[in-house]
């Protein structure tokens, strides 16, 4: 057994003749902007993107500063946001399961930034993110973790479970949300919505039966559904390619075509989200499969070191080579949209932004005993009653 733990199994051949592109800077200024109020073109590497059974977007995408500027700063936001709560879980004062997305951020503000706000998301464990960018806030996600009442699920539901009215959230069952937003684009589609459902999933969840099961259904009803694998190239503590026999997740929908994306460049992953809302609602093709080739820098959950089955200096090299907030700060910059200067102080704004949250949810009361009983049913449903532990006992609303 010990001689098949050390087995190295080896890298399969890239799906097509080239890699994706998985850097965050290569994006290049078509023409310097003339005035910065208009939008500009920039040009996508020519490898930020690789296809299956569709045509892969165009390479030249329009921009604006502005737009940009608001993603850096939402980017910067979401990675303090995660490490607030990784500081607290230290702290002891957050407990359980705690999943943190840093390294992925271009993948939650790339998605918000490509969609609009009705369409529905529904993840996995990394959800603290998607929850605020969807019509949350950092105060909610930051008090939900700590299990006050002041959390977006009034402190009792935790890292996985917070909601808004377009996030169902992130779900703790391996893979189990895939199915449950299958079903939300069968209601789009159902109520004649001009709406899409984006899905996603790791690539530790993609073996899953529940996820092909999905795929078959949405494509058999050609459902508005696009299903996105989050890449991020180990499941819990397991490498892609020990676990998967094809890692190019992207062609893995059988018939559903699929677009692999460079996830760590913000302005690949809104083109490609914006590209997959166009193929789902105003084409009406049916599903579509994105692969957004990420990065994890923490571990898998809090009680993961992260680098027993990888090493610090790879970390340390994706940390410094591929950070998609720095890619991006340096396409700002580069593109004469702002100084060094302002750019930190958006820094210190995001900064400013969650420490005030913090404070404001650790000032917030934890649950009282009656709260047990309130929240069971969606607000307006309730029965006038309820039985407790005992017979007996009986709430009244």
Not at 122 to 141: E, K, L, Q
């Amino acid at each position: 057994m010990s001689s098949l733990l050390r087995l190295r199994i080896p890298r399969r051949v890239p799906f097509g003749l080239r890699a994706i592109q998985t850097s965050a800077d290569t994006t290049t200024l078509a023409q310097p902007p003339s005035d910065h109020s208009q939008p500009f073109t920039v040009t996508l590497h020519e490898d930020s993107f690789r296809a299956y059974q569709c045509e892969k977007p165009d390479l030249e995408v329009q921009v604006t500063k502005d737009e940009l500027l608001k993603m850096y700063k939402e980017m910067q936001t979401m990675r303090r946001m995660e490490m607030a709560a990784d500081a607290l879980y230290k702290a002891k004062m957050i407990r359980g399961f705690c999943h943190l997305a840093i390294g992925q951020e271009a993948v939650s503000v790339g998605l918000e930034h490509g969609i609009q706000p009705a369409d529905n998301v529904i993840t996995a464990y990394r959800c603290h993110p998607f929850a605020v960018m969807r019509g949350g806030s950092i105060t909610g996600v930051i008090g939900e973790l700590l299990g006050r009442q002041i959390g977006m699920s009034r402190g009792k539901g935790g890292s996985m479970h917070i909601f808004t009215p377009t996030f169902f959230g992130g779900n703790g069952i391996v893979g189990a949300q895939v199915p449950v937003g299958a079903g939300l684009a069968f209601a789009q589609k159902y109520l004649e919505k001009p709406n899409v459902t984006f899905a996603l999933y790791g690539d530790g969840a993609s073996n899953q039966g529940q996820v092909f099961e999905a795929f078959n259904m949405a494509k058999l009803w050609n459902l508005p559904a696009i299903f996105v694998c989050e890449n991020n190239k180990y499941g819990m503590g397991t490498s892609a390619e020990r676990s998967s026999s094809n890692t190019e997740y992207f062609t893995r929908g059988d018939r559903i075509p699929g677009l692999q994306v460079n996830g760590m460049d913000i302005i690949a992953a809104k083109h490609a989200v914006e590209y997959a809302r166009r193929w789902a609602v105003e084409e009406k093709k049916g599903p579509l499969l994105l692969e957004f080739v990420t990065y994890r820098y923490g571990g898998h959950s809090m009680s993961d070191p992260g680098t027993t089955y990888r090493t610090r200096e790879e970390v340390q090299r994706m940390r410094s080579t591929r950070d998609p907030i720095r890619g991006l700060q340096q396409y700002i910059q580069e593109w004469g949209l702002a100084s060094e200067q302002e750019l930190k102080q958006l820094d210190k704004e995001a900064k400013a932004e969650v420490d005030a949250a913090v404070e404001e949810a650790k000032a917030s009361p934890e649950p009282l005993p009656e709260h047990l009983w309130t929240d069971i049913y969606y607000k307006g449903t309730e029965p006038p009653s309820m039985r407790g532990r005992e017979r007996e006992e009986v709430h009244n609303y």
